[in-house]
DNA sequence: ATGTGTGCAAAGCTTTTGCATCATC
DNA sequence: GATGATGCAAAAGCTTTGCACACAT
């Protein structure tokens, strides 16, 4: 009994929308974002659809932030920096978490560790130029 | 026009378990683990306090799994294990962030980094053994 | 007395879901 | 035709909030 994926406009365009910004968008964004081209585009379908990329690996959650979760395209590893201010989330490559030793870790404490997260909290870059001059 | 904090016994239970226990429990958690002693006990009072102490530092917010927010008591710098199997959260000690770069970062980028949490997900310890046995 | 904390319940908010309808296979 | 996807709107569920009352200073 395996079901077979129907071909939808809409979710393409979702994960092309979602591919497609550096953003780390929330589902409403997302969904404002294709309003004027599918003008009757439901909320409850980029949710849906969301929540499917999630599962079939083909997005991740980045987190829950002012109490919007929200998402990114780009599923290899990197950290992200979440503006206190603007409420931005960006991407932050170069921070390795090879070295942390993960692995000797989950020996020792028994757990099985599958993924891990690295999130920055503090201000973007727009928001430290903005205090300086203020 | 300084606002003077009057003590509050509830708010001071509320805190004492939430530094008591190891568990990074929601606001519901803490509620139903006070209500026997305190029959009257709100939620929104467990809600106002939590909330009051990750602004004055008493206290952090884990992050939101599973649509319920976790805190933490011991404010002291150290990562996380959130099991996707039973939802726990555990301390992970022995992770340190300090040679990550980060203040290098913060200069490439123009950035303001003034808080790293890095948050593990996989099978806490007992669910790997129910894993291995089943 | 004055200002702060709380209980209660309602409101707010994001996210999920049921069902009829439509599209894809 | 059969199965999957969507729109719509209602429901769900966690969290916040307004207000009257109680408590601390």
Chains 1, 2 share one sequence.
Not at 26 to 51: E, F, I, M
Request: proline content about 4%; aromatic content about 8%; charged content about 25%.
């Amino acid at each position: 009994m395996e079901r077979k994926e129907h071909f939808s406009r809409k979710r393409a365009a979702i994960l092309e929308t979602l591919k497609g910004t550096a953003c780390h968008p929330t589902a409403d964004w997302v969904y404002q974002q294709l309003k004027p081209q599918y003008p009757d585009l439901s909320l409850g379908t980029v949710y849906r659809n969301l929540k499917r990329f999630c599962e079939t690996g083909q997005a991740v959650s980045v987190g829950v932030f002012d109490g919007f979760e929200h998402f990114d395209g780009d599923t290899s590893p990197h950290a992200h920096l979440v503006c206190r201010q603007c409420g931005a989330v960006m991407d932050v490559f170069g921070l390795s978490l090879e070295g942390l030793g993960l692995e000797r870790l989950s020996h020792q404490m028994g757990c099985q560790v599958e993924n891990a997260s690295l999130t920055l909290k503090g201000l973007c870059p727009d928001c430290v130029k903005q205090e300086k001059s203020a």
